[in-house]
């Protein structure tokens, strides 16, 4: 962001150093879109700003390209400590996921005590709020399960690579909606609807029409 935007909305820049677009993406919250705003050819020549982008509840994030590296194959040398290592992380990830889906589905089958596992203390979640240790997949796992059936169990891989399953104890009825609200909400939206059809209309019509200009009506007033 520029400094002139930071200081006016009291924001503090923030410089990086070189980053891959997998790393980026991480920083983003796996908001793909802006990587690519990011990347794009415009971004890259021009090295302005982005459009800020929402990528999570009340969270929006702008950056500028200020240098580029394209992509470039790195000595086997260089890289085999590396891949030695992204081996072993990738075979410990598959083997604690292993693990913990076969836990899982001893919970599921009533064998807690087979299962062996302990919960932590009990937090409340939402579907629209980020909250740490819950990725977007546990907090679609934890709402996918069968409320009538409580104490529930759910799992997803973290962002650690590993797999944590979640025991859903109580669930919380969302109040009902405000009618008021959402029939003034309505109210705007058709609104909206109307006044962008009516444009599109207007637009449509004057440039399949054939519009003269009279001239000499024009300057006799």
Known sequence: MVPGAAKALDLKVETTQFMTRAQIQAVALNNPKFVQALFSPESLSSKRNTEAMEVGP???????????????????ADVQDEIRQQMTRAAASEMAQKAGR???????????????????????????????????????????????????????????????????????????????????????????????????????????GDVKINQAALEKK
């Open 102 to 208: 076969e836990k899982l589905a001893l919970l599921e089958q009533g064998k807690e005590r087979e299962a062996g596992v302990t919960f932590g203390k009990p937090v409340t979640v939402t579907r629209r709020e980020t909250q740490p240790g819950f990725s977007p997949d546990a907090i679609k796992s934890i709402f996918d399960v069968d409320a009538r059936k409580l104490p529930a169990y759910s799992g997803a891989v973290n962002e650690r690579g590993g797999f944590s399953i979640y025991k859903v104890q109580n669930v919380i009825e969302a109040p009902a909606p405000d009618a008021a609200k959402l029939q003034a909400a309505g109210t705007r939206v058709s609104g909206e609807i109307g006044r962008e059809l009516m444009t599109a209309y207007l637009g449509a019509l004057k440039a399949e």
């Open 58 to 76: 009340n969270v929006l994030i702008a950056g500028r390209m200020i240098e580029h590296k394209p992509a470039a194959p790195r000595p086997l």
